[in-house]
């Protein structure tokens, strides 16, 4: 079986649009995919293959006895850096057949868009993954660096024509991404007061007070736990809510019957990421798995937590299971 990396040909377009549709489902629900994938054959064919082309495409092609099979894309475009003033590339899209995976397909496309870079004496290039994505430490590998401490930012359709015609809500309104509508952030009528922080600043707090809860669980360091919390503490489980009044609620038998219940050892957090900040609090849907000692997942949980300014200090607020 034989592996090659080729251009996208028109006739190709149909093969590429399904393996990007089955990207987007590896990354939201189905229901989100049909509400905001909207790309068509005939899209691809007029932005793909126009004069001034919007993207590029190079497949990955296994031939066995005769029959080629597409199983892999990658789409990728050309940036512009000031700061060198010279040319980049950006990879919009990288995905292989969940079946093709481990043959050398990804690397073949990757290896292929570096090759493009260097021809056109690009300086760099550049891609966006979810945090949650084990393909991470594939780029890793690969040499690619995770550029902290830079926030993925966007603007779509309504915000768009609102900062166009001037008519953008002011900037103390609060900005939350919603499932209902792609996971896009949109921006709330209400206008909580001011705390003079900047959107990065409160989150990049958040996430460390989270960053900081998870190290002291690690460790069993209740005391750690405990200052990285606000109280009252509420946990939202299923529909049954607690509230910890203040530090005492956590023991070292509650460490003990987890490591003995389950053979729990650590807790790894694949991802930390705000979906609605405002003043003093900062909501994020936070991934982790439970591991053995030996580094088996015993199990993979998906909550949101809110994450307060209260008392002079960020603390968690709620953890919702």
């Keep these: 079986m034989n592996l090659a990396v080729r251009s996208m040909e028109r006739e190709d377009v149909g093969a590429v649009l399904d393996l990007i549709h089955k990207l987007a489902l590896n990354e939201d629900s189905e229901e989100m995919v049909a509400r905001v ?3 068509t054959t005939h899209s691809m064919q007029e932005h793909g293959f126009s004069e001034s082309p919007a993207f590029e495409c190079r497949i ?3 031939e066995r006895n005769g029959a080629k099979t597409i199983v892999g894309i990658v789409i990728f475009y050309q940036t512009y ?3 060198t003033s010279r040319l980049g590339l950006y990879i919009e899209d990288l995905f292989v057949e969940a079946a093709a995976r481990g043959k050398g397909a990804g690397r073949a496309l990757l290896q292929e868009v570096a090759r493009i870079a260097q021809d056109r004496a690009c300086t760099r290039v550049d891609l966006a993954v979810l945090s949650s994505n084990p393909a991470r430490g594939f780029y890793h590998r690969l040499g690619f660096q995770h550029r902290t401490p830079f926030l993925f930012y966007r603007l779509t359709d309504s915000s768009i024509g609102s900062l166009a ?9 609060f900005h939350f991404r919603d499932p209902e509508a792609g996971g896009e952030w949109l921006t709330a009528s ?14 990049d707090a958040a996430i460390a007070v989270v960053t900081e809860f998870s190290d ?6 209740i005391q750690g736990v405990e200052a990285c919390l606000q109280f009252p503490h509420l946990i939202l489980s299923g529909e049954k809510l607690s509230t910890w009044d203040g530090p005492g609620a956590m023991t070292a038998a509650d460490f003990d019957a987890l490591a003995n219940g389950s053979g729990w050892y650590r ?3 694949h991802r930390i990421d705000p979906i609605l900040t405002s003043p003093r609090k900062v909501h994020l849907v936070v991934e982790y798995s439970r591991e053995t000692r030996d580094g088996f ?9 809110t994450v307060t300014f209260e008392f002079g200090r960020w603390g968690i607020k709620q953890r919702s299971y």
């Design 165 to 173: 015609e001037g008519t953008s809500e002011d900037s103390n309104a």
């Design 37 to 39: 994938f909207t790309a």
């Design 267 to 269: 807790s790894v957090y």
């Design 216 to 221: 002291c669980f690690n460790a069993r360091d």
């Design 81 to 83: 850096s000031s700061y």
């Design 297 to 305: 997942e015993i199990s993979r949980h998906r909550n949101v937590w």
């Design 190 to 203: 209400v206008n909580p007061p001011d705390d003079g922080l900047s959107e990065l600043e409160r989150s």
């Design 60 to 62: 990955a092609e296994f």
